[in-house]
T-cell receptor
Framework: GENVEQHPSTLSVQEGDSAVIKCTYS??????FPWYKQELGKGPQLIID?????GEKKDQRIAVTLNKTAKHFSLHITETQPEDSAVYFC???????????FGSGTKLNVKP | SAVISQKPSRDICQRGTSLTIQCQVD?????MFWYRQQPGQSLTLIAT?????????ESGFVIDKFPISRPNLTFSTLTVSNMSPEDSSIYLC????????????FGPGTRLTVL
């Protein structure tokens, strides 16, 4: 089955700096890659996603890049703000859209 | 995106008892999923629940321990049976987005503590 690895496990940045979280996947059949943000005491919230026919997608301060050859994808947050502090999860799914394989999570701390 | 609610939001239970968690969606959805998130950990899929059919369980999860109902396209329940302290977790339901069901939206979660 699919295996998704996520790094780093924790990330601390100064407000205004950029943050990058990286994930790798093992199954070349995976073709959908969502990112979720989970704030303390809440459920995961979908923040951006990308499909395998696209190399990059951007939504305001958030962008995701995908390298199918290397089987890795990354979340980029620019101009970080304290409210970006949360745990971020990447996931991958493939021919069986029903099943998501999640990374281990990255705890992002944005210092004011 | 769908609006998803879960009840209860949290509970403290005694070992050996059972708790039923409800998941309600504001629109009809084909796929509903139940996850467990142990403290500080990632999400682990328990089972997939389709309306009108038996739930499909992932390896390590069995129907006797986690019975699931899916009576219609907007509602599902997960029961955690004969609980032990190891069942203390956040339990999350999610729904397929419809159409290609290629994304999932999560409910707020149920925080369960077993003493």
């Amino acid at each position: 089955g699919e295996n998704v690895e996520q790094h780093p496990s924790t990330l601390s940045v100064q407000e205004g700096d950029s943050a990058v979280i990286k994930c790798t996947y093992s199954d070349s059949a995976s073709n959908y890659f969502p990112w979720y943000k989970q704030e303390l005491g809440k459920g995961p919230q979908l923040i951006i996603d990308i499909r395998s026919n696209v190399g990059e997608k951007k939504d305001q301060r958030i962008a995701v890049t995908l390298n199918k050859t290397a089987k890795h994808f990354s979340l980029h947050i620019t101009e970080t703000q304290p409210e970006d502090s949360a745990v971020y999860f990447c996931a991958a799914s493939g021919y069986n859209f029903n099943k998501f394989y999640f990374g281990s999570g990255t705890k992002l701390n944005v210092k004011p | 995106s769908a609006v998803i609610s879960q009840k209860p939001s949290r509970d403290i239970c005694q070992r050996g008892t059972s708790l039923t968690i409800q998941c309600q969606v504001d629109s009809q959805v084909t796929m509903m999923f139940w996850y467990r998130q142990q403290p500080g950990q990632s999400l682990t899929l328990i089972a997939t629940a389709n309306q009108g059919s038996e739930a499909t369980y992932e390896s390590g999860f069995v129907i006797d321990k986690f019975p699931i109902s899916r009576p219609n396209l907007t509602f599902s329940t997960l029961t955690v049976s004969n609980m032990s302290p190891e069942d203390s977790s956040i339990y999350l339901c999610s729904v397929g987005s419809g159409g290609n069901t290629d994304t999932q939206y999560f409910g707020p979660g149920t925080r369960l503590t077993v003493l």
